[in-house]
């Protein structure tokens, strides 16, 4: 007997849609494969030779008795229950009966099931964010926010999203029951609510990526969170939606637990000594006095520390001697995009005056006895300021 496995992931409001997309399988030949009731992306169907095979489906939501005093009632009226997949209950006809149909009213259970979906994302993508700025981590709407994974992610992906939430609310407003949505909308809407949990978990790969900077820990960090949904969904998703959510919660605080305790653990690349620091040459991305044609006497003391995202990083560098003090930004920028906001950014802080340099573009300014420098080399993006007037070659 042959077997398909068919999209199943329509949303409550689009019932008779669902309805009507069973009824058009029936008529080809395919009868929805009686399976235990729970949620699901897909569905199977086996071939059946019944002519007259018909379906119908409501969003009860009910349990316990009322469930069973419905069931009766449908029965009584041609249905046999087949499974409860995603909030929709289906019964086929029986054979050799002409069945009945009612008319289901809109329940105010299924309308709070409709928005309460989204609204959890919205709940928690401001969670991921919250987490984000207790430590102190780049947010999509500060100036730096390409210094941050999570930064980059909501600024380049957030207008889409909120797109898709405008049209899901207002579809969810202005939807009427008595219409039969066409399958081509309720593909749509049905992808963008799993687009929209795809996204939040992208949101929180982003979060780990900035939490966790030892890499062997976050891809073991990130394996134990796929394999821990892919478990959850394999053997739960048969079963009580109820317990899939809260075993997927639970799944995700335990990962967002085990990366704020690594965070902790583990600090960023940072290092300050006073006095000759035996680190000074072995770190990079950096500009030294030497490089500048500066040769001061007496290291007192250096600092360095280096933050950003996987697109942007940022070097920031100070040393004093007994006669000079310097200091220096370098990122390093993947994509001439992310190049030009951070100079952009850079120039708009202050009045620059373009200079000359045969390493790329630069400019340059001076405040009091401080000279700074603005140089532009490919994706390389170089700010340094100095207590002594020096030149870029």
Sequence with gaps: MKQKKQWFAYLPFDRKGVEAYLNEQAEKGWALAAEQDGMAFRVPFQETSRTDLRYHVTCDA?????????VAEKQAQGWRPVATINHFDIYESL??????TSTQRRSKRLSFYAFRFWLIVLLLAAALLAIAW?????????????????????RCTFPLFAIGSVYYLLWLCFSREVRTPKRSGMLLRSGLQVAAGVWLLLALVALLLDLVTNLLAFCALLLF?????????????????????SAMSLILAVVLGIALLLSAATPGDSRAEVGNCAWRNSVSDVVHAEDLDLYPTNLQAASHEQTG??????????ESWEDLSLSSTVYRCKG????????????????????????????????GETYYVLLVQGNRVTKLSCDQPFEMK
């Design 62 to 70: 009910y349990q316990g008795e009322k469930l069973a005093e419905i």
């Design 95 to 100: 054979p050799c009966q002409e069945p009945q």
């Design 134 to 154: 207790i430590n102190r981590i780049a947010l999509p709407f500060e100036q730096t926010w390409y210094l941050s994974n999570l930064g980059i992610f909501f």
């Design 225 to 245: 969170l796929v394999a821990g949904i892919v478990y959850g969904y394999v053997r739960l998703h048969w079963g009580k939606t109820e317990t899939l959510y």
């Design 309 to 318: 995202s996987l697109l942007v990083t940022r070097t920031d560098y100070w």
């Design 336 to 367: 001439g995009i992310f190049q030009s906001t951070v100079v952009n950014q850079i120039l708009a802080e202050a009045d620059w005056t373009q200079t000359k340099s045969k390493d790329g573009q630069a400019w340059q300014r001076q405040v």
